[in-house]
Nanobody, 122 residues
Framework: QVQLEESGGGLVQPGGSLRLSCEAS????????MGWYRRAPGKQRELVAT???????NYADSVRGRFTISRDNAKNTVYLQMNSLKPEDSAVYYC????????????????WGQGTQVAVSS
């Protein structure tokens, strides 16, 4: 089994910063891409940022220059540093990782975390 556990969400004032973490654990053989998505109330889930196993990154236009995604392959962990937060960044943030497990079929599959709430408000 593979699990993803997010942490680091909370309430912050506009202009503030938060750092999200997501650790993958369990029967992991290899991790390919890791990323963050978010869903605001009444909206569809959207991509925030992704990072490949080699470190190549991709950002949504709305967060580019304010958010930074990184990963620690030794810890199977992906991070999202969020600076200059705006009220419109308020959402539940989900971690997704494309993982090949040591059990079952030898193929990569997407796994999701349970989500962590980020609220930006004064």
């Amino acid at each position: 089994q593979v699990q993803l556990e997010e942490s680091g969400g909370g309430l912050v004032q506009p202009g503030g910063s938060l750092r999200l973490s997501c650790e993958a654990s369990g029967s992991i053989f290899s991790i390919a891409a890791m990323g963050w998505y978010r869903r605001a109330p009444g909206k569809q889930r959207e991509l925030v940022a992704t990072i490949t196993s080699g470190g190549s990154t991709n950002y949504a236009d709305s967060v580019r220059g304010r958010f930074t995604i990184s990963r620690d392959n030794a810890k199977n962990t992906v991070y999202l540093q969020m600076n200059s937060l705006k009220p419109e960044d308020s959402a539940v943030y989900y971690c997704k990782s494309t993982i090949r497990s040591t059990v079952g079929r030898p193929r990569f599959e997407d796994y999701w975390g349970q989500g962590t709430q980020v609220a930006v408000s004064s």
